[in-house]
């Protein structure tokens, strides 16, 4: 029988052990349903060559999409409070199974519509509860790693997600559809069978979602990580309008190669730094990471080549790597037990406003010009790091409360 080298025992303990079994359910469903994560990525390719919707059209489906996704976090804040983490998380599930099939089979634009704003309204529902659930299954010292351990999760399953996902559309649109529906599914059994309540029992909610917006440091910290959320969200908005024509003109082939070095940098490093990071102070670690990342998208603007374009890639991905897992161990310090799920909402809902407003505000800023884009990008990352660091003072004396 085989043993591992002590020294081997010592490197995954201080990654993967120390974590409870309810987690690791959690993370599991968390890969699979990032692996059949395929529909959004083709949605408007799906919209325009299956369904045969001009630009504008596609266009517009996509903002009632968007405006679904503006009241998911929020909605689903209130509900992870008042049903339970665990009730929320596989219900969004189902329910964002039954969506994306109907989406599929959707043909005409008001079923499209239709289908598309409940898609934006269910999709995420998880997220509020999956990070309620952390904050309550896992200890305040180990949630930077274990977030961390969260998203590597679904950066593995995308990445996995997006090869899959090209050969089934070769197949038929359809079949993405299915898949999706059934790595939902999937989700919502194993955390139902896997992961018990943790909704605290018979106590007060405390006012709600106002007593979330009464809390300044917890506002003050959405903000800035919309902000940050801003600059990171132009990797699927203007990065690559603006590396594939102007004056870079990459061909699609060597866009999507240098973007393919972040997924590999973060399966690669974000699970060896993460128990790293995890011990340094949360709120100048994120403002490090902040600060990296708007440096990196501010030198894009000198970018002529996929050679300069791989070394900013470098650079940005490297801030995000430092900035896993962080933000949602600080929002488990501030959020009161019977109040996670809001918290955890609210910090959502930056993320679903960034996906609204960076292809607008990018857009309006690559008309006047790719530098200005690119250092006001830059600019907006080092004040969101700014902003972290004169929260810091706040954010500790709550998480030595």
Same mark, same amino acid.
């Given at each position: 029988?085989?043993?591992?080298?002590?020294?081997?025992?010592? #490197?995954?303990?201080?990654?993967?052990?120390?974590?409870?079994?309810?987690?690791?359910?959690?993370?599991?469903?968390?890969?699979?349903?990032?692996?059949?994560?395929?529909?959004?990525?083709?949605?408007?390719?799906?919209?325009?060559?299956?369904?045969?919707?001009?630009?504008?059209?596609?266009?517009?489906?996509? &903002?009632?999409?968007? &405006?679904?996704?503006?009241?998911?976090?929020?909605?689903?804040?209130?509900?992870?409070?008042?049903?339970?983490?665990?009730?929320?998380?596989?219900?969004?599930?189902? &329910?964002?199974?039954?969506?994306?099939?109907?989406?599929?089979?959707?043909?005409?634009?008001?079923?499209?519509?239709?289908?598309?704003?409940?898609?934006?309204?269910?999709?995420?529902?998880?997220?509020?509860?999956?990070?309620?659930?952390?904050?309550?299954?896992?200890?305040?010292?180990?949630?930077?790693?274990?977030?961390?351990?969260?998203?590597?999760?679904?950066?593995?399953?995308?990445?996995?997600?997006?090869? &899959?996902?090209?050969?089934?559309?070769?197949?038929?649109?359809?079949?993405?559809?299915?898949?999706?529906?059934?790595?939902?599914?999937? #989700?919502?059994?194993?955390?139902?069978?896997?992961?018990?309540?943790?909704?605290?029992?018979?106590?007060?909610?405390?006012?709600?979602?106002?007593?979330?917006?009464?809390?300044?440091?917890?506002?003050? #910290?959405?903000?800035?990580?919309?902000?940050?959320?801003?600059?990171?969200?132009?990797?699927?908005?203007?990065?690559?309008?603006?590396?594939?024509?102007?004056?870079?003109?990459?061909?699609?082939?060597?866009?999507?190669?240098?973007?393919?070095?972040?997924?590999?940098? +973060?399966?690669?490093?974000?699970?060896?730094?993460?128990?790293?990071?995890?011990?340094?102070?949360?709120?100048?670690?994120?403002?490090?990471?902040?600060?990296?990342?708007?440096?990196?998208?501010?030198?894009?603007?000198?970018?002529?080549?996929?050679?300069?374009?791989?070394?900013?890639?470098?650079?940005?991905?490297?801030?995000?790597?430092?900035?896993?897992? +962080?933000?949602?161990? +600080?929002?488990?310090?501030?959020?009161?037990?019977?109040?996670?799920?809001?918290?955890?909402?609210?910090?959502?809902?930056?993320?679903?406003?960034?996906?609204?407003?960076?292809?607008?505000?990018?857009?309006?800023?690559?008309?006047?010009?790719?530098?200005?884009?690119?250092?006001?990008?830059?600019?907006?990352?080092?004040?969101?790091?700014?902003?972290?660091?004169?929260?810091?003072?706040?954010?500790?004396?709550?998480?030595?409360?």
């Amino acid at each position: 029988m085989t043993t591992v080298p002590l020294e081997k025992q010592s #490197f995954l303990q201080a990654r993967i052990g120390g974590l409870p079994r309810p987690f690791w359910a959690l993370w599991g469903g968390t890969l699979v349903n990032r692996l059949g994560a395929m529909v959004m990525p083709f949605t408007g390719v799906y919209l325009t060559q299956s369904r045969g919707l001009s630009v504008t059209a596609a266009g517009l489906v996509m &903002a009632v999409f968007g &405006a679904g996704s503006l009241l998911s976090q929020l909605l689903a804040g209130v509900l992870t409070d008042r049903i339970g983490r665990r009730a929320t998380l596989s219900g969004g599930m189902i &329910a964002t199974a039954a969506t994306m099939l109907a989406l599929g089979y959707s043909s005409s634009l008001p079923a499209i519509l239709a289908s598309m704003f409940a898609l934006g309204l269910v999709i995420d529902v998880y997220r509020p509860a999956s990070s309620a659930l952390v904050a309550d299954l896992v200890s305040p010292a180990e949630r930077p790693r274990a977030y961390g351990l969260l998203f590597w999760a679904i950066n593995l399953g995308y990445a996995a997600g997006m090869t &899959a996902g090209g050969w089934l559309a070769g197949l038929g649109f359809t079949w993405l559809f299915w898949a999706d529906a059934l790595s939902s599914v999937v #989700f919502a059994v194993l955390v139902w069978r896997a992961v018990p309540e943790t909704r605290p029992e018979g106590r007060q909610e405390a006012g709600g979602l106002l007593a979330v917006l009464r809390d300044r440091t917890m506002v003050c #910290f959405t903000v800035v990580v919309l902000g940050n959320v801003l600059v990171y969200s132009q990797t699927m908005s203007m990065l690559p309008v603006a590396m594939t024509g102007g004056a870079v003109r990459l061909t699609p082939g060597e866009y999507g190669l240098a973007m393919a070095l972040n997924g590999v940098l +973060i399966v690669v490093v974000q699970p060896l730094a993460s128990a790293w990071l995890g011990r340094r102070d949360p709120a100048r670690t994120l403002a490090i990471g902040m600060g990296v990342m708007g440096a990196g998208f501010a030198l894009t603007a000198f970018v002529t080549n996929i050679l300069g374009l791989s070394a900013t890639i470098m650079v940005w991905t490297a801030g995000e790597i430092i900035t896993a897992g +962080i933000p949602g161990a +600080i929002v488990a310090a501030l959020a009161p037990a019977e109040l996670r799920g809001r918290y955890m909402g609210l910090f959502g809902f930056a993320w679903s406003a960034a996906a609204v407003l960076a292809p607008l505000l990018g857009g309006a800023l690559l008309e006047i010009g790719p530098r200005t884009l690119w250092f006001t990008v830059g600019g907006v990352g080092v004040l969101s790091a700014m902003g972290m660091l004169l929260l810091r003072p706040a954010i500790r004396s709550r998480r030595t409360e």
